[in-house]
């Protein structure tokens, strides 16, 4: 199975600014997707964006963006212009060619106001 | 947008007892379903896949006598957890995939919290 890592169990950030979450990823395949989601108190997992491999440009939804870099397996989650509703658990996720996820151990942000 | 209702959402149940999880396809056609299990803090652990009319494919080291999964139709899949124990104790979330005419979509149920007592 595919591994994937996130190095910071804990994030914080002052409400209206940028924060950057880690997720870096182990893969011998060459086509596969990546994802982020987002897991508040209610459990609910809810996409926050997604990138597939074969494209070089970075996705970006909203205030939520990525910096994929493949050659070295990272890809990293921007929030701009964080928001209070922005508190949750981000997990990282890879998705294989047999369309199963694997999850990183999730980054848990505080946003403080 | 795609709706995947997971019941029931907490379970409470004797040890050596067992408990069927649902979980459904509101307004889609899932062509496969999955099980995870989340522990306390702890990222989402693949358990299974299951496609419709077909075995599951379970991850390496899940039991598949102890927990059984039924995909009989293409909007229902079922996961019993048999003679559970506490050690079963746990947070067990479904996704249902859909075809979106480029991409397979990826819809999460809201879990179901299951306490062996």
């Known amino acids: 199975a595919q591994t994937v890592t996130q190095s910071q169990p804990e994030m914080s950030v002052q409400e209206a600014e940028t924060v950057t979450l880690s997720c870096t990823y182990d893969?011998?395949?060459?086509?596969?997707?990546l994802f982020w989601y987002k897991q508040p108190p209610s459990r609910q997992m809810i996409l926050v964006i997604r990138?597939?491999?074969?494209?070089?440009q970075n996705a970006t939804e909203n205030r939520f963006s990525v910096n994929f870099q493949k050659a070295a397996k990272s890809f990293s989650l921007k929030i701009s212009d964080s928001q209070l509703g922005d508190a949750a658990m981000y997990f990282c996720?890879?998705?294989?060619?047999?369309?199963?996820?694997?999850f990183g151990t999730g980054t848990s942000l505080t946003v403080i106001p | 947008g795609a709706v995947v209702s997971q019941h029931p959402s907490r379970v409470i149940c004797k040890s050596g007892t067992s408990v069927k999880i649902e979980c459904r396809s509101l307004?889609?056609?899932?062509?496969?379903m999955f099980w995870y299990r989340q522990f306390p803090k702890k990222s989402l652990m693949l358990m299974a896949t299951?496609?419709?009319?077909?075995?599951?494919?379970?991850e390496q080291g899940v039991e598949k006598d102890k927990f059984l999964i039924n995909h009989a139709s293409l909007t229902l899949s079922t996961l019993t957890v048999t003679s559970a124990h506490p050690e079963d104790s746990s947070f067990y979330i479904c996704?249902?995939?859909?075809?979106?005419?480029?991409?397979?979509?990826?819809?999460f149920g809201s879990g179901t919290r299951l306490t062996v007592v």
């Open positions: 299951s496609n419709e009319g077909s075995k599951a494919t379970y």
């Open positions: 990138q597939e491999a074969y494209k070089q």
């Open positions: 307004d889609f056609q899932a062509t496969t």
């Open positions: 893969t011998s395949e060459s086509d596969y997707y």
């Open positions: 996720a890879y998705r294989n060619t047999g369309n199963q996820f694997y």
């Open positions: 996704s249902a995939s859909e075809w979106e005419g480029d991409f397979y979509g990826y819809t």
